[in-house]
């Protein structure tokens, strides 16, 4: 009622009424109050003929709806078939009096009257915003009303096409020859910055799974590995996927995106990626796209945030200069063979409202196992799944008008077998194949696009949330034995185990359980749908089987996930092998929190399989790799010793050769581990690391971050790199481990001559009390232990900045105890060299350790060593006063 509704009394003045006129609830009610879907609402005075009225006018999508200021009804003038509704398509133009800043005029087409007259006027306080938004909705309308509208490029860029695709670019850029071609080359330049535009081939999707390139993330890798290859120096400033934001030509195909920042000595590259993906008139190819952008660092400074958004605009005006129609009818054919895979199935239903005739044979499988789960959980409520969930047609997914679920029998005797072993003649050409050898392989590539395709309808695909391959994992366990048989068998098939060799049959798996396929070793002869294997090993299927080898269930375990790794699986099943055993711990298995403790052959067990995918190709897996192997060698010498027999010490190398920041971050973690050992390091420094460390030191040391973001005159998009931070923190430790032998030391010292510059630049500019900072004091304490020369070089330009952070009370309250007992025993041995006592003096450091000083609040202070450390200081330092004062 209109006593309920009342008013809305808006705040004209400032933001608050904006906020209101576009707040979600608000627009929401008045969408259900218009019937239409509003963006945007004002209070109006509204002039027509001689008419006039106070009302709210919506801006809608299709219309502008005047509303009563009761709300009770729209106003009763305009057209009379739509009382107080103005279409877009009547309005011609709108005028605005340039008088004021109040009122407007709204021209309407030829043959259209509003109350008798052609034209509106409207006087209103916010008139700007409202034209924003009527602008925006008018040019909507007429976009979707006229599908070919030719769309112009912005002011100041021009489009250019290259190779079937267009963007658009500034106009101050020309077209530059390369070695090979004078024009069409995919090159503009300005003077100053270069820009490259290049398309790759088009592949279909399972070439691109062939080659290892089904996702952008791949492609971006290859990209980066490109571009860093010849330098010696250089920053990952951005690598992250993106989301493309226009598609200006009604494109039907799907786009991803992804972003690289890099920058190097003396340029930095932007690099954007763009996958157009299921390209019609097929819909089963992708193909990729990557504009560059190469700027000179000091111009990328001055232009920084400007040029990132210039690359994404033209990376966001990327369209096909040409899209052909889809062919419905070889659309349907491909679905009907099944050529897509679980996120083509999923954008041909969202996009082209098309399923595959298999569909039916789907809703039966899926069908037969729900009914197998119902009746043996009937007595069970803690199992027992939604009762109408088998007749209830609602449940399913994108379900068309007439489409069959209740009516859909089960299969017949619940044998799942003989059931595929009838669809494994049924599919599409294999009666046209004459040769044996053919056929076989045929109808194991049909059977396998059959198989997931059931398990993407299992798991989600037909029952969405309510019934995924997750429930039916969980429920397995709780059926009776012949339904536990039952539908194990139909998961098995989803899985599909199948010989990597393609001329051999695909039989039905057995009784035999999956643990003893994967624990003998043979993992690497079969392939296996990845999906279902993920689902088995995260819902705890595969650990469980494990478990019927009681005495030895963990070691069982690791087995089977180590030959996995050796499989001919797919990448992203075994990056998660690898968060399994990330997720491993010495009080803990994996994905447990039983107090059982994980036997050291166990994780012994997985280090080959780990280092043979550090050795291989994907650095994405070799960051996965390095990062199981830094959790399951922590704090076990067992381990640590079998790694380096394995020949970890090659492995890191190569790893740091990479130039990945996340590779380099878990490799420098995990030799922190093994530089505890002597012989570890021997190895290691044999292997070539040293150089290698000293190379990223002498490259990086300038980035940690200053206190209260001090930018020191270089770029802050540089300094805010947190995980060079942490790979200094690394390196600063396994220098400091090295530093422990004599050889190495001097080694360090003497021909890496700035390893102690670079030290010392990190100690007096990163953070205080960071922990950056207690690993450089740990490393400085090394290098000097025994060498005279670089007491005087360190003590000269740290011992000062030590005591001020020591003396802070702010800096300190994030200080650790290890920071403390670092900086205590790295003044210790800066206290050593006479000329070090005199500046310790002239630092205050009686004052720094008095005892009312802020250090002696700090829980290190509590300790035997601090207050031992700190005897010796004084007395050091007191000791090389007198004797001063007693040469004067």
């Known amino acids: 009622s209109s006593q309920q509704r009342g008013t809305l009394s808006p705040h004209r003045r400032g933001s608050r009424w904006e906020r209101m006129s576009s707040d979600r609830r608000i627009l929401s009610a008045l969408s259900y109050l218009t019937q239409e879907a509003t963006r945007y609402f004002e209070i109006v005075h509204l002039f027509f003929g001689d008419k006039r009225r106070t009302c709210y006018m919506c801006i809608a999508k299709s219309a502008i709806v005047f509303m009563r200021q009761d709300l009770n009804s729209k106003i009763q003038d305009g057209d009379e078939k739509h009382r107080g509704v103005l279409h877009y398509g009547q309005i011609q133009q709108v005028v605005v009096d340039e008088s004021n800043e109040e009122q407007f005029a709204v021209i309407l087409v030829e043959g259209v009257s509003w109350g008798g007259s052609d034209q509106l006027f409207i006087k209103c306080e916010n008139r700007e915003r409202l034209l924003q938004h009527l602008q925006c909705s008018w040019q909507t309308d007429y976009m979707s009303m006229y599908k070919a509208v030719k769309v112009r490029a912005f002011k100041d860029f021009e489009w250019q096409h290259f190779r079937g695709y267009k963007f658009m670019l500034p106009t101050d850029f020309i077209p530059t020859p390369n070695a090979i071609h004078a024009t069409e080359t995919g090159e503009w330049s300005d003077g100053i910055i270069s820009l490259s535009f290049h398309v790759h081939d ?188 088998l007749t209830n047609k609602k449940y399913l997914v994108k379900a068309i008008p007439r ?201 012994v067990a997985a280090i080959p399989a780990l280092l043979d995918l550090c050795r291989g190709d994907s650095t994405y897996l070799a960051t996965y790799a390095s990062a199981a192997l830094v959790n399951l060698s922590h704090q076990n010498d067992f381990v640590k010793m079998h790694l380096m027999s394995y020949g970890m010490a090659e492995v890191a190398v190569k790893n740091i050769q990479r130039k990945d920041d996340d590779l380099i971050s878990y490799t420098t ?81 003497d021909r890496f001559e700035h390893t102690v510059k670079c030290c010392i630049y990190i100690a007096t500019h990163c953070v205080p009390c960071s922990s950056l900072m207690s690993k450089v004091f740990y490393v400085l304490k090394q290098l000097c232990a025994a060498r005279s020369d670089q007491k005087r070089i360190i003590g000269a330009y740290v011992i000062k900045h030590m005591c001020y952070v020591l003396s802070d009370p702010e800096s300190l309250k994030s200080a650790t105890v290890e920071l403390v007992n670092h900086a205590m025993q790295l003044l210790l041995m800066l206290a050593s060299f006479k000329d070090n006592c005199c500046i310790l003096s002239e630092a205050k450091i009686q004052k720094v350790l008095d005892q009312r000083g802020p250090l002696m609040k700090t829980s290190a202070a509590k300790h035997e060593a601090f207050e031992t450390n700190k005897t010796k200081i004084l007395e050091l330092v007191s000791e090389a006063v007198r004797d001063n004062f007693g040469d004067t």
């Open 202 to 389: 088009m592949l279909t999707m399972d070439e691109l799974a062939a080659i290892q390139r089904d996702h952008i993330r791949w492609v971006a890798v290859q990209y980066k590995a490109h571009y860093v290859k010849e330098e010696p120096q250089f920053y990952i400033l951005r690598n992250s996927a993106r989301t493309k934001r226009m598609n200006l030509v009604g494109d039907v195909a799907a786009w991803h995106g992804w972003e690289l920042l890099i920058r190097t000595r003396t340029d930095v590259i932007i690099c954007m990626i763009c996958r157009r993906q299921y390209i019609p008139p097929l819909c089963d190819s992708a193909q990729d796209i990557a504009i560059t952008l190469r700027v000179p660092a000091d111009e990328f400074t001055r232009r920084e945030a400007g040029l990132i958004l210039l690359a994404g605009l033209m990376c966001d005006t990327i369209s096909p200069s040409a899209s052909p129609s889809i062919y419905p009818e070889l659309m349907q054919a491909k679905l009907d063979a099944l050529r897509f895979d679980e996120d083509g199935w999923e954008w041909v239903a969202n996009r082209m409202k098309l399923t595959s005739r298999w569909r039916e044979e789907a809703k039966r499988f899926l069908k037969t196992i729900l009914a197998i789960i119902v009746k043996d959980s009937a007595n069970d409520p803690k199992t027992q799944l939604q009762p109408d969930l």
């Open 403 to 603: 489409e069959e679920w209740a009516e859909i029998e089960p299969i017949e005797k619940n044998d799942f077998e003989t059931f595929v072993l009838t669809l494994s003649t049924q599919g599409d050409g294999l009666d046209n194949i004459e040769n044996s050898t053919e056929k076989i392989e045929a109808t194991n590539m049909w059977l396998a696009r059959l198989a997931r395709y059931f398990a993407w309808a299992v798991d989600g695909g037909l029952l969405g949330p309510r019934f995924t391959m997750e429930k039916l994992i969980e429920l397995l366990p709780t059926l009776e034995a012949k339904g536990e048989e039952q539908v194990r068998s139909a998961l098995m098939f989803m899985l599909h185990k199948r010989d990597i060799d393609p001329s051999q049959a695909w039989q039905p798996a057995k009784n035999e359980a999956l643990y003893t396929l994967l624990s003998t070793g043979t993992a690497d002869h079969w392939e296996f749908n990845d999906r279902v294997m993920q689902q088995l090993i995260s819902n705890d299927y595969l650990r469980k089987e494990c478990r019927k080898e009681a005495s030895k269930a963990m070691s069982i375990y690791f087995k089977c996930l180590a030959n996995l790794l050796r499989s001919k699986t797919g990448v992203n099943l075994r990056a998660y092998v690898c968060r399994v055993f990330m997720e491993a711990s010495i009080k803990g298995g994996p994905q447990t929190g039983r107090e059982t403790r994980t036997d050291d052959d166990t994780k």
């Open 669 to 749: 973690t995990l030799m922190v581990n093994l530089t505890k050992e002597a012989h570890h390091r021997a190895m290691l420094a044999n292997a070539g690391v040293l150089p290698l460390l000293y190379d990223m030191l002498t490259s990086s040391y300038h980035q940690c971050k200053g206190a209260k973001g001090v930018a020191d005159g270089l770029s802050s998009a540089i300094l805010a790199n947190p995980m060079k931070e942490k790979i200094l923190e690394r390196i600063c430790s396994i220098l400091g481990h090295f530093c422990k032998d004599e050889e190495h030391r001097d080694h360090l010292i």
